[in-house]
């Protein structure tokens, strides 16, 4: 019975400690993170990521930091809608030059 289970015996393996891409060590690191969260790429494993951090050189923990989503998801709000709002005035800014000009009054001043 006993050959029957022996590769059922768990074995261990060498586990290695990286640190992720996207972190907040330096000021270029944390600034390339900052901006892809803005650009919305991947911001739920930052996310998940920042709020199963503990400390310096310390083990993660499961949701250690809930409040940080919510920092996480004011910071989204705040860059997608000042991003949206500059991309929208420049076409709209854009389309009324556009109509000037088609309406001739390109040619004249206010007075």
Same mark, same amino acid.
């Given at each position: 019975?006993?050959?029957?289970?022996?590769?059922?015996?768990?074995?261990?393996?060498?586990?290695?400690?990286?640190? &992720? /891409?996207?972190?907040?060590?330096? $000021?270029?690191?944390?600034?390339? =993170? @900052? #901006?892809?969260?803005?650009?919305?790429?991947?911001?739920?494993?930052?996310?998940?990521?920042?709020?199963?951090?503990?400390?310096?050189?310390?083990?993660?923990?499961?949701?250690?930091?809930? &409040? /940080?989503?919510?920092?996480?998801? $004011?910071?989204?709000?705040?860059? =997608? @809608? #000042?991003?949206?709002?500059?991309?929208?005035?420049?076409?709209?800014?854009?389309?009324?030059?556009?109509?000037?000009?088609?309406?001739?009054?390109?040619?004249?001043?206010?007075?």
């Amino acid at each position: 019975m006993n050959e029957m289970f022996s590769h059922f015996v768990p074995k261990e393996a060498e586990r290695e400690w990286t640190v &992720p /891409i996207n972190n907040y060590d330096s $000021i270029f690191s944390s600034m390339l =993170t @900052f #901006f892809e969260i803005s650009t919305l790429e991947m911001w739920p494993d930052m996310m998940f990521d920042a709020q199963d951090s503990v400390g310096l050189d310390m083990v993660l923990q499961y949701k250690h930091r809930p &409040p /940080i989503a919510l920092l996480y998801v $004011i910071y989204i709000f705040f860059t =997608t @809608f #000042f991003i949206m709002n500059l991309f929208i005035s420049v076409i709209v800014d854009k389309f009324n030059d556009e109509i000037k000009k088609r309406q001739g009054s390109d040619n004249f001043t206010d007075e």
